[in-house]
């Protein structure tokens, strides 16, 4: 099916763990982006992408890593997960010709 | 840097009435605007969106906005409510960058 897919839904690790959410998007959108959301915060950009192998940092990057070696993924790993970590990741996709994101349905990641 | 203030937390309104949800925003240029919705557990859905010309947005399930440059205004506005229009709702702006920040949201919940 055509669309955004985010993996897992729901995710509970531990303290010190890495762990990486999946994000793929059948459009060939340009650009790629990994928001967090958190209650009061709204959403916080965390890393984003113009096209594959092109990656910045967003507002929130710290802890994070993202790779794009092909265009239609855009993995986000937590190299050693801290409960501040807490929280619930929306990736999104836009096109440079049609502006507006379009967002997958997020993962619930828990550190305890 | 461009930011969002959605200055309403919670409102709540009766089926039927009218509702208008506040953002104000600061960004240096022409700014994108977006208003974006949120079900419960769901991932956000594009409502509408101003890039130029006509101040009055009209978007997807009645919804209208509102640009106003002179008060850094962008107010989504709904005639008449419907109990499925209860959800969280998040102001947006962004520029030729692509990157987006969002408001806080504003939750609406509607009664009968």
């Known amino acids: 099916d055509a669309g955004i897919t985010q993996s897992p839904r729901y995710k509970i690790t531990e303290t010190g763990r890495q762990v990486t959410l999946m994000c793929h998007q059948t459009?060939?959108?340009?650009?790629m982006f990994w928001y967090r959301q958190d209650l009061g915060h709204g959403l916080r950009l965390i890393y984003y992408?113009?096209?594959?192998?092109?990656?910045d940092k967003g507002e929130v990057p710290d802890g994070y890593v993202v790779s794009r070696s092909k265009t239609e993924n855009f993995p986000l790993t937590l190299e050693s997960a801290t409960r501040s970590q807490t929280s619930v990741y929306f990736c999104?996709?836009?096109?440079?010709?049609?502006?507006?994101?379009?967002f997958g349905s997020g993962t619930r990641l828990t550190v305890v | 840097a461009q930011s969002v203030t959605q200055p309403d937390i919670h409102i709540t309104v009766s089926e039927g009435a009218s509702l208008e949800l506040r953002c104000n925003y600061s960004y240096g240029a022409t700014p994108y605007l977006f208003w974006y919705v949120q079900s419960p557990g769901q991932g956000l859905q594009l409502l509408l969106k101003?890039?130029?010309?006509?101040?009055l947005v009209q978007g997807i399930k009645g919804f209208e906005a509102e640009f106003k440059r002179s008060q850094s205004s962008f107010n989504l506005r709904k005639p008449s409510v419907h109990w499925s229009d209860a959800a969280e709702y998040f102001c947006?702006?962004?520029?030729?960058?692509?990157?987006?920040?969002f408001g806080a949201g504003t939750t609406v919940t509607v009664r009968a």
């Open positions: 999104a996709s836009s096109e440079r010709s049609n502006y507006g994101y379009t």
């Open positions: 992408s113009a096209a594959a192998d092109i990656t």
């Open positions: 947006a702006v962004g520029g030729g960058d692509y990157k987006l920040s």
């Open positions: 459009w060939s959108h340009s650009y």
């Open positions: 101003y890039f130029s010309g006509d101040t």
